[in-house]
């Protein structure tokens, strides 16, 4: 039985202009939110992956709420917060220190009690506590809870913060679903047909289906069995290109879609053959590559294109070119419409799934290692050359490999490249990424041999 833990997933939330993004930065490690003395600079959410102590976590930055502003960005800010606040499991609700409370922490703070959602209060530009600690008092009449009073600038108060957070995370974020089903996480933009797809893989119109870009707003689970395999199938909502966002919903999507790819097995990246393999196909293949997911790239509509003997040929080419990151992808052409070739995406399901698991042998593996150095002599640097004494298989779902060197900054992309190609050569692990960790390996003084 495969066992997968599920992220909690924590919304930072507030009015404008009270340091959410600064927090959001400070817990992430890195800059990621844009933080300007101006509100409404965070327009849209952005989301990370955190990690405290020994509990995993996704992490949504929002716009600021202004929950009477008639203003179109500041409405369209106060929706996609009440989004975020729907498909958290705990809420950060920060409020600012130097300005006290305000009209509007108030109304923020009605929305969250009707959510019903775990809240922790986070008082921010606590800079001195001994002088400020009084001024955290006042916020008890939201009626929220116990303030936590931080400094997101000077990275203080955090840990208390993070402590009372993780109370409140589920249960199975914890402990993990076992589960011995295939999961298969379907994206792309809206309309390129997805819910189609799955409506024709299960035989039933469970997932809705329109003709509106975005119908499908959240990721759906569907249970399927075929062939006495079992398979869960996960229905995303499209992706649509950044200057084509008209309802800040397309962040909520992009976050329900990472939050998918992360349960699944295998990607399936559909691919609108009317429109051809676009830029923002890639960003979105993007995600599943970053995670290490196994992926399939499932051109939909192709009954649609007109065909002469060399169109399939000249649209792989093209796909090859524009997601050149994902050379390892097995390519399928199908119609929802019509169901053409629409069966054998369970075949390949099944042999990229065998593929991300397949374990070789550390013996064969050192075998097929060296015999490819003495092809190719491994790069060098003033006299000293790469060598590798040996190598072995870590890990499955991406198929990990240890190398052990003596000197891993003579390991240049291009020589683990060619060293992945002549695994794939001799293996195959079509659909899937590979992974290599390069370590050196040291004397008994802990120094590099």
């Given at each position: 039985?495969?066992?997968?833990k599920?992220?909690a997933?924590v919304?930072?939330?507030?009015?404008?202009?009270v340091?959410?993004s600064?927090?959001?930065?400070?817990?992430?490690?890195r800059?990621?939110?844009?933080?300007?003395?101006?509100?409404?600079?965070?327009?849209?959410?952005?989301?990370?992956?955190?990690?405290?102590?020994?509990?995993?976590?996704?992490?949504?930055?929002?716009?600021?709420?202004?929950?009477?502003?008639?203003?179109v960005?500041?409405?369209?800010?106060?929706?996609q917060?009440?989004?975020?606040i729907?498909m958290?499991?705990?809420i950060?609700?920060?409020?600012?220190r130097?300005?006290?409370?305000?009209?509007?922490d108030?109304?923020?703070?009605?929305m969250?009690?009707?959510?019903?959602?775990?809240?922790?209060?986070?008082?921010?530009k606590?800079?001195?506590?001994?002088k400020?600690?009084?001024?955290?008092?006042?916020?008890?009449?939201?009626?929220?809870g116990?303030?936590?009073?931080?400094?997101s600038?000077?990275?203080?108060?955090?840990?208390?913060?993070?402590?009372?957070?993780?109370?409140?995370?589920?249960?199975?974020?914890?402990?993990?679903?076992?589960?011995?089903?295939?999961r298969?996480?379907?994206?792309?933009?809206p309309?390129?047909?997805?819910?189609?797809?799955?409506?024709?893989?299960?035989?039933?119109?469970?997932?809705?289906?329109?003709?509106?870009?975005?119908?499908?707003?959240?990721?759906?689970?569907?249970r399927?069995?075929?062939?006495?395999?079992?398979?869960?199938f996960?229905?995303?909502?499209?992706?649509?290109?950044?200057?084509?966002?008209?309802?800040?919903?397309?962040?909520?999507?992009?976050?329900?879609?990472?939050?998918?790819?992360?349960?699944?097995?295998i990607?399936?990246?559909?691919?609108?053959?009317?429109?051809?393999?676009?830029?923002?196909?890639?960003?979105?293949?993007?995600i599943?590559h970053?995670r290490g997911?196994?992926?399939?790239?499932?051109?939909?509509?192709?009954?649609?294109?007109?065909?002469?003997?060399?169109?399939?040929?000249?649209?792989?080419?093209n796909?090859?070119?524009?997601?050149?990151?994902l050379?390892?992808?097995?390519?399928?052409?199908?119609?929802?419409?019509?169901?053409?070739?629409?069966v054998k995406l369970?075949?390949m399901?099944?042999?990229?799934?065998?593929?991300q698991?397949?374990?070789?042998?550390?013996?064969?593996?050192n075998?097929?290692?060296?015999?490819?150095?003495?092809?190719?002599?491994?790069?060098?640097?003033k006299?000293?050359?790469?060598?590798?004494y040996?190598?072995?298989?870590?890990?499955?779902s991406p198929?990990?490999?240890?190398?052990?060197?003596?000197?891993k900054?003579?390991?240049?992309?291009?020589?683990?490249?060619?060293?992945?190609?002549?695994?794939?050569d001799?293996?195959?692990?079509?659909?899937?990424?590979m992974r290599?960790?390069?370590?050196?390996?040291?004397?008994r003084?802990g120094?590099?041999?």
């Open positions: 039985m495969a066992k997968r599920r992220k997933i919304a930072v939330v507030g009015r404008p202009n340091g959410k600064t927090l959001f930065n400070a817990l992430a490690g800059r990621i939110s844009i933080v300007e003395d101006t509100p409404g600079v965070t327009r849209d959410r952005i989301y990370a992956d955190c990690s405290w102590l020994d509990k995993e976590f996704t992490l949504i930055d929002t716009g600021g709420i202004e929950p009477d502003s008639k203003d960005i500041l409405s369209q800010m106060r929706e917060a009440q989004l975020a729907d958290a499991d705990v950060l609700f920060m409020v600012d130097s300005t006290g409370m305000v009209d509007a108030n109304k923020v703070a009605d969250l009690r009707r959510s019903a959602k775990p809240v922790v209060l986070v008082v921010n606590v800079d001195n506590p001994a400020m600690s009084a001024d955290i008092y006042e916020f008890y009449n939201l009626g929220i116990d303030p936590w009073p931080v400094s600038a000077n990275r203080t108060g955090l840990g208390d913060m993070l402590d009372e957070m993780v109370k409140y995370f589920p249960e199975d974020s914890a402990e993990g679903e076992e589960d011995d089903a295939v298969i996480a379907i994206v792309g933009k309309n390129v047909g997805k819910s189609s797809i799955i409506n024709r893989l299960i035989g039933q119109n469970r997932v809705i289906v329109s003709d509106i870009a975005g119908t499908t707003r959240d990721a759906i689970d569907t399927v069995a075929w062939h006495g395999k079992k398979y869960v996960i229905d995303t909502a499209g992706i649509r290109r950044r200057n084509k966002i008209k309802e800040n919903l397309e962040h909520y999507m992009i976050a329900r879609s990472v939050g998918a790819v992360e349960r699944a097995d990607t399936v990246l559909v691919i609108d053959a009317s429109e051809g393999v676009t830029e923002q196909d890639a960003k979105i293949a993007g599943a970053e997911k196994a992926v399939i790239i499932a051109v939909n509509k192709w009954d649609l294109v007109e065909k002469d003997n060399h169109t399939m040929k000249e649209f792989t080419e796909i090859r070119r524009v997601l050149s990151f050379s390892y992808a097995e390519l399928i052409f199908i119609s929802a419409e019509t169901g053409q070739r629409l369970y075949d399901i099944d042999m990229v799934h065998d593929n698991n397949l374990r070789v042998q550390t013996g064969v593996l075998e097929i290692i060296n015999e490819a150095c003495v092809l190719q002599q491994p790069p060098s640097d006299g000293k050359s790469l060598r590798i040996y190598s072995t298989q870590a890990g499955v198929p990990t490999f240890v190398l052990f060197v003596n000197d900054k003579l390991m240049h992309f291009s020589y683990q490249r060619y060293l992945e190609n002549r695994i794939r001799s293996f195959g692990f079509r659909g899937t990424p290599f960790v390069i370590r050196e390996r040291t004397d003084n120094k590099s041999t």
